[in-house]
């Protein structure tokens, strides 16, 4: 959608962040260009939902192992919020 732009730096003006915290592994980050958008009814603004990605390292002498937790964030925004029409 066209206004994806305007969703996303309003995202960036308010400084909207998400966080995850595992152990001693953590990660913050904000919306980027690949972030998904999804469009529900009203007229709510744009929010961040969902987890960023983790990568957790361990290793024990010569074992070493890395796991990944995948991202789940995704922006939320009503269909009428800054006159947009999905």
Same mark, same amino acid.
């Given at each position: 959608m066209k206004n994806d732009k305007a969703v996303r730096a309003y #995202? &960036? *003006?308010?400084? *909207?962040t998400s966080s995850i915290c595992i152990g001693r592994s953590s990660n913050r980050c904000g919306v980027g260009t690949c972030t998904p958008i999804k469009y529900v009814r009203?007229?709510? *603004?744009? &929010? #961040?939902k969902g987890q960023p990605y983790l990568k957790t390292q361990f290793s024990n002498g010569r074992f070493s192992k890395t796991l990944y937790t995948p991202s789940t964030l995704y922006v939320e925004v009503g269909?009428?919020?800054?006159?947009l029409k999905s």
């Open positions: #995202l &960036r *003006a308010i400084n *909207a009203g007229g709510d *603004a744009p &929010r #961040l269909e009428n919020w800054y006159g």
